[in-house]
């Protein structure tokens, strides 16, 4: 039998992910990357001495990554060295109180006696959070559930109670734990998918057990040995990588797409295609679909944006962790304020990464270089916002990190670097520049995202934050998995 030729569209981690996983199932797999480096949002920034990860600096379920090593006989460790973090990371509120998360139960109890936290519920609490991401993992996760009738037949009605559907996550939080603190510390962990703790679903509240129970890692030298891993895999499986080239067009014929246009006009055909671009602007951007299909697809809404901002420092601040929150005074105002009202948040929850406490090879001696990361809207086309405007936003965050406790900030900035979502639109293509894909929310999606296998071309599928089980490089690396066994088994249909 012919072997089938696979072009994988966009070299990100669910791209990347996807190719390994179909030349293990034995397809002829090519990558098309539009920029000059694969990894897509997996994406570093080398200055002055200074080393960022511009995308994402959280590894969680590394188990995950390993099995596309051990599935071609080799030994995770070999490509990518990683370690844990203690503490996994540290929360700064504006009225002086700092609490660490730790995984150890006696650890944890100390810091949730600090905020005057019974520790009892903190255990509980997690518990309610383990039981939660036991059932989502055994089907929505490991088995790539993506429509009704898959949850159906794999969960019966019988086990749809079990996932507190009528709570939001904070809602699922505020059962448990008591203290705002912690409160709002828990209902921050929806950044792992760019959401609102406040609109998104209880069972949500899976994200903390994945933190917990299979701790949180740090790459040596920064989270873009991820790719550089994934690189070395990829040339010893003869997986063909084509960089700077960008695709342009996705040709069809009636309901089978049938190759790609590459930017120099090139034609590849293809007997199937993955891509690793959004949904949406897929169809929009390389398909050209008519508006009446694309408005179905309007409840698979991008989820938030972020102003991201690198700073290398001449010193260090010795009161930060490796991974750290500056937390608004009113967190729900800020869930709101970006997710409903879609403005700039006047008090923003910031998200602040100091590697160099843990790695001293991303800055020169004695500095800091910091990733700072506050959750922002999504492009909204009808009332878009300027570069400048995102400009005075970032004044705005420096001055609050300087008011928190990192003093005279500004004046110890020696390189700079700041992205916008004009930006990440920009680089990336996501849909309106968002970070993490599709949103989670109860009301609009149920925190589902899109199918893998499109609707309208049986031999299109999709990996990503924009389909289930949605954003965070864990979850693209398993979609990407997930999409090969459905490719294999929708191929030993058809034939």
């Known amino acids: ?55 994402p600096s959280i590894l969680t379920l590394p188990h995950i990554f390993a099995r596309l090593f051990e599935r071609s006989g080799r030994q ?44 009892e519920n903190v255990r509980r609490f997690l518990q309610y959070s383990s039981d939660l991401y036991d059932l989502v993992n055994d089907g929505y996760f490991e088995q790539g559930l993506d429509t009704s009738r898959d949850f159906a037949n794999f969960y019966g009605l019988w086990k749809f109670p079990k996932f507190d ?46 933190q917990f129970r299979y701790d949180l890692w740090y790459v040596d030298g920064g989270l873009y040995h991820i790719a550089l891993g994934l690189q070395r895999l990829i040339d010893e499986l003869g997986i063909r990588v084509h960089l700077n080239s960008e695709v342009t067009e996705v040709r069809q014929t009636g309901r089978q797409v049938t190759g790609i246009v590459t930017a120099d006009g090139t034609f590849h055909p293809a007997d199937i295609i993955v891509s690793n671009m959004e949904v949406i602007p897929a169809y929009e951007r390389l398909l050209r679909e008519d508006p009446q299909f694309l408005r179905g697809l309007e409840k698979f809404e991008p989820s938030c944006s972020g102003l991201v901002l690198e700073l290398g420092l001449d010193c260090q ?22 997710f409903r009202k879609r403005q700039l948040p006047p008090d923003p929850t910031i998200y602040l990464v100091a590697a160099s406490r843990t790695d001293p090879t991303v800055a020169p001696p004695g500095c800091d270089c910091l990733k700072i990361l506050p959750h922002i809207p999504h ?57 993490y894909g599709v949103v989670s929310d109860r009301f609009k999606n149920l925190a589902f995202k899109a199918p893998k296998q499109s609707t309208r071309y049986p031999n299109l599928f999709f990996v990503g934050g924009s389909v289930n089980p949605g954003g965070g490089m864990p979850m693209v690396v398993l979609c990407g998995q997930n999409v090969a066994k459905k490719i294999a088994a929708w191929d030993r249909l058809a034939t």
């Open 1 to 55: 039998m012919k072997t089938k030729n696979v072009i994988v569209i966009g070299a990100g981690l669910g791209g990347l992910s996807a190719a390994i996983s179909l030349a293990q199932e034995g397809y002829s797999v090519t990558l098309h990357e539009k920029n000059s480096r694969i990894g897509g949002k997996l994406n570093v920034l080398k200055e002055h001495g200074y080393s960022f990860d511009l995308g």
């Open 76 to 119: 995770m460790s070999d490509y990518i060295p990683i370690r844990p973090l203690r503490p996994h990371w540290r929360n700064f509120f504006q009225d002086g109180k700092v609490v660490d998360l730790y995984p150890e139960p006696d650890r944890m109890a100390e810091e949730a006696r600090k905020v005057g936290e019974d520790p």
């Open 165 to 210: 559907l009528f709570r939001t996550m904070h809602g699922g939080v505020k059962r448990f734990l008591k203290t705002r603190h912690l409160q709002d510390v828990f209902d921050y962990f929806i950044k792992y998918v760019g959401s609102s703790a406040y609109h998104s679903p209880a069972f949500m509240n899976c994200l903390p057990a994945i």
């Open 317 to 338: 601040y010795p009161q930060l962790a490796h991974h750290n929150f500056f937390f608004s005074e009113h967190q729900r105002e800020h869930f709101h304020t970006v």
């Open 379 to 435: 492009i909204d086309d009808a009332h878009p916002l300027t570069r400048e405007d995102y400009l005075r936003f970032k004044e705005r965050v420096v001055d609050k990190l300087e008011r928190m406790g990192l003093k005279d900030l500004r004046k110890h900035v020696v390189f700079e670097h700041c992205w916008t979502p004009l930006d990440i639109r920009q680089q990336y293509y996501s849909n309106k520049g968002s970070i």
